[in-house]
């Protein structure tokens, strides 16, 4: 289950895409040049379809930190994530982790809730293979699929609450 808004979209987001979701995927991040004591950490949503899989990682405070910073810890965290599941790093106690040693088309993405200095996040981290969005993105994405897609009389027959919000909203005509 998702933390919180961002992370519940994005779930939903990539759902409405045919994604089977997982959300905050726990992984053992290790001592090493950037972690003086080892530690867990997560990775926000993973999303997997066919021989695909998508990490996701929501980012409410993006704007905050440098463009430098950023740069080299979204990366760093994604790079360690994907040691754990590649099965090159063992998470310790038999703590459950998606394998993605056969995915063949892996992508890294940042969902970034406040727009500030957006394009630059965007060409910072494209040079090291990952997605930039914003939430509005994100959000634009869910609606227009709803208004095109699903069946809006049908308010509660979806799961998320969320979703079911929004599809009351496209029905009032508030969206």
């Known amino acids: 289950m998702a933390k919180n808004y961002l992370e519940a979209f994005a779930e939903q987001w990539l759902r409405l895409q045919g994604y089977v979701t997982w959300c905050n995927v726990w992984y053992w991040r290790p001592v090493d040049e950037h972690v003086k004591q080892a530690q867990w950490s997560d990775i926000d949503v993973i999303g997997f379809k066919s021989n695909e899989a ?13 463009i430098k910073k950023v740069s080299e810890k979204i990366p760093d965290d994604f790079q360690k994530a994907m040691k754990v599941f590649t099965r090159k ?10 394998d993605l040693s056969n995915v063949n088309n892996l992508r890294f993405l ?4 406040a727009p500030f200095k957006l394009d630059a996040y965007k060409q910072a981290l ?3 293979g990952i997605e930039v969005k914003s939430f509005k993105e994100i959000l634009d994405d869910v609606i227009d699929f709803l208004k095109h897609t699903v069946a809006l009389d049908k308010i509660g027959r979806h799961e998320d609450h969320m ?5 009351a909203l496209i029905n009032y005509k508030t969206l």
């Open 126 to 128: 494209a040079i090291k």
């Open 163 to 167: 979703i079911r919000l929004l599809i």
């Open 110 to 113: 940042v969902i970034a809730e």
């Open 54 to 66: 998508i990490l996701v990682a929501c980012e409410s405070f993006l704007g905050v930190h440098t």
């Open 89 to 98: 790093i063992k998470n310790p106690s038999g703590v459950p982790c998606p």
